[in-house]
Nanobody, 122 residues
Framework: QVHLVESGGGPVQAGESLTLSCAAS????????VGWFRQAPGKEREFVAT????????YYADSVQGRFTISRDNAKSTLYLQMNNLKPEDTAVHYC???????????????WGQGTQVTVSS
């Protein structure tokens, strides 16, 4: 089992940047596929980006491709999401998830953090 805690969210203006972090504790972080997802009010949780166990495979949602960068540091048991050129439509609670399958489907992730709010104003 792994415990996940996100941080780094906040209010920003359109065009600005934020870096989210997800600190993991418990079972060896390097044994998990991890990813970022987000959920806006009234909408389902949607995929943002995922990264393989060793950090050598990456996959992004079309909506963030070229603006966001996912990375991980297994020695620090931490997942990151660098978000550049933020847009109002990026406003959502952002969650990190951990699982065993490299997938964009949130239902296949076994563990979740509590989320961190990102609010982008125009």
């Amino acid at each position: 089992q792994v415990h996940l805690v996100e941080s780094g969210g906040g209010p920003v203006q359109a065009g600005e940047s934020l870096t989210l972090s997800c600190a993991a504790s418990g079972r060896n972080f390097g044994t998990y596929v991890v990813g970022w997802f987000r959920q806006a009010p009234g909408k389902e949780r949607e995929f943002v980006a995922t990264i393989g166990k060793k950090g050598d495979t990456l996959y992004y949602a079309d909506s963030v491709q070229g603006r966001f960068t996912i990375s991980r540091d297994n020695a620090k048991s931490t997942l990151y999401l660098q978000m550049n050129n933020l847009k109002p439509e990026d406003t959502a609670v952002h969650y990190c998830g951990a699982g065993f399958i490299y997938t964009s489907s949130p239902s296949r992730y076994n563990y979740w953090g509590q989320g961190t709010q990102v609010t982008v104003s125009s």
